[in-house]
């Protein structure tokens, strides 16, 4: 894909962003796209084939920005315990934001959207995958204990993806999340 393609490219998803945003994903149609962006329907149709093939690769672009960002701080040897605080404090962030936001839209459209659910787990297996080699890494580095990294991986991808259900089902507080996390780490902090 050439410069000019994918900046129409960018432009496209970045417009479809903010009315995802703006609605709920069932009322997004292609023509509010195509309006947002300013460009013709057969512009926009060589890109993408629907508001479902958009918000997928938002999500696919979104989940690749948090896991690219964790290569990066390993690959510059930043401290394993401050990267898992990073990452950690992604979901809180967004649990907590006041304004509509992406992980929201993408739970809700995971949940009513059974079919495209194994986007959702490849997006968590990766993660998964991510932490437990930020756990190794760690060990390495002598941060954390050496552990069954795959099994504490698990377990914490589990608990920040159910934190969005636990906050607004149970009514979870900042702090019982916080102490929760800071209780998972010290389990593996090499004191």
């Known amino acids: 894909m050439g410069r000019k393609a994918e900046k129409k490219r960018d432009l496209i998803l970045e417009q479809a962003r ?15 796209i195509i309006d947002a962006c300013g460009i013709s329907h ?13 918000f997928l690769t ?3 672009r979104d989940s690749h920005a948090l896991l ?28 907590w934001d006041s304004k509509p936001n992406m992980m929201d839209r993408y739970n809700l459209f995971f949940k009513t959207h059974p079919e495209k659910r194994a986007v959702k787990r490849k997006q968590i297996d990766r993660l998964i995958q991510t932490i437990e080699q930020v756990l190794v890494y760690g060990g390495e580095k002598k941060e954390i204990k050496q552990v069954d990294s795959a099994f504490w991986a698990n377990q914490f991808v589990y608990f920040l993806e159910s934190l969005h259900h636990n906050v ?9 999340v916080q102490e929760q996390f800071t209780r998972w780490l010290e389990q593996l902090k090499n004191n």
């Open 68 to 95: 690219d960002a964790v290569s990066i701080s390993m690959w510059e040897q930043r401290s394993a315990v401050e990267i898992i605080k990073e990452i950690f404090s992604v979901y809180q962030k967004a649990i």
């Open 168 to 176: 607004s089902v149970i009514g979870l507080t900042q702090n019982e």
């Open 42 to 54: 057969g512009g926009i149709y060589r890109y993408f084939a629907s508001p479902s093939e958009i």
């Open 58 to 60: 938002l999500f696919e």
């Open 18 to 32: 903010k009315i995802f945003l703006s609605r709920d994903f069932d009322q997004v149609t292609m023509t509010a």
